[in-house]
């Protein structure tokens, strides 16, 4: 059976996961994580592509990029970016092979109702999976940008959700860690796991008519359930 056909839609953020093949490490020392973040910072501005939440784990990434009307821009970024990992790693380890699995996961992201909540979910996960207590305390994914602007080379692109939080700085970030901090129902982890591994969306039923009219594509897949995103 072919595979499906990934959606890519104008005007959305897209939640990417790559995975390492056979769920290999990926990032075994801390040269390798910056490394990636890097390349990611410099590929960014070569192909006009905002990351607005990231987190690398030992053998994944969790990317929110978006790429205005040209998303396309994700997939050449993705590519580049996954090539030149690979050929860091190989070198180190004198090898030669593939390192990531032969295809990232990506789901479009309705805005409004779902984009903070895709942030939070992102940036959890070294929580979830008990790597720290809090996600301050995790070096490698967006929180600490986010939050601590003045203590870190802030490089990520303020996404327009984060920015409705507050009329400053300090408003926002106050409400951001007060999102974080609340408890995550699990159906709402669930959702963003199946989101990713169908390669569907992240939207309620009036995002999938909508991507449907723009794509001119059927979207069998419909999930269920809505994370709380009140703030």
């Known amino acids: 059976m072919?595979?499906?056909?990934?959606?890519?839609?104008?005007?959305?953020?897209?939640?990417i996961v790559q995975r390492g093949h056979n769920k290999q490490v990926v990032f075994a020392d801390p040269s390798d994580f910056i490394f990636y973040l890097s390349n990611l910072k410099e590929l960014?501005?070569?192909?006009?592509?905002?990351?607005?939440?990231?987190?690398?784990?030992?053998?994944?990434?969790?990317l929110l990029l978006y790429a205005d009307n040209n998303p396309?821009?994700?997939?050449?970024?993705?590519?580049?970016?996954?090539?030149r990992m690979t050929r860091y790693r190989n070198k180190l380890e004198k090898r030669t092979g593939t390192l990531w699995e032969s295809?990232?996961?990506?789901?479009?992201?309705?805005?409004?109702?779902y984009l903070l909540a895709c942030c939070r979910y992102i940036e959890l996960n070294p929580v979830r999976a008990f790597m720290v207590p809090t996600p301050k305390d995790y070096p490698w994914s967006s929180y600490c940008q986010r939050v601590d602007p003045d203590d870190h080379n802030q490089w990520i692109d303020l996404d327009p959700m984060y920015l409705n939080l507050?009329?400053?700085s300090k408003s926002?970030?106050?409400?951001?860690?007060e999102f974080v901090s609340q408890a995550?129902?699990?159906n709402e982890i669930q959702f963003f796991r199946e989101t990713l591994q169908r390669g569907q969306l992240t939207g309620n039923n009036r995002f999938v008519r909508e991507v449907e009219q723009i794509t001119g594509q059927r979207i069998e897949f419909r999930p269920r359930g809505r994370p709380?995103?009140?703030?």
């Open 2 to 15: 072919p595979r499906t056909g990934r959606i890519l839609v104008s005007g959305f953020p897209h939640h």
């Open 44 to 62: 960014k501005q070569e192909f006009d592509v905002q990351v607005f939440s990231y987190c690398l784990m030992t053998n994944h990434v969790h």
């Open 72 to 83: 396309s821009n994700i997939s050449k970024l993705m590519k580049a970016l996954s090539a």
């Open 103 to 113: 295809r990232y996961k990506s789901s479009p992201v309705q805005t409004e109702q």
């Open 166 to 168: 507050g009329n400053n």
């Open 172 to 177: 926002r970030i106050q409400s951001y860690k």
């Open 184 to 186: 995550v129902a699990s």
């Open 228 to 231: 709380c995103t009140d703030k």
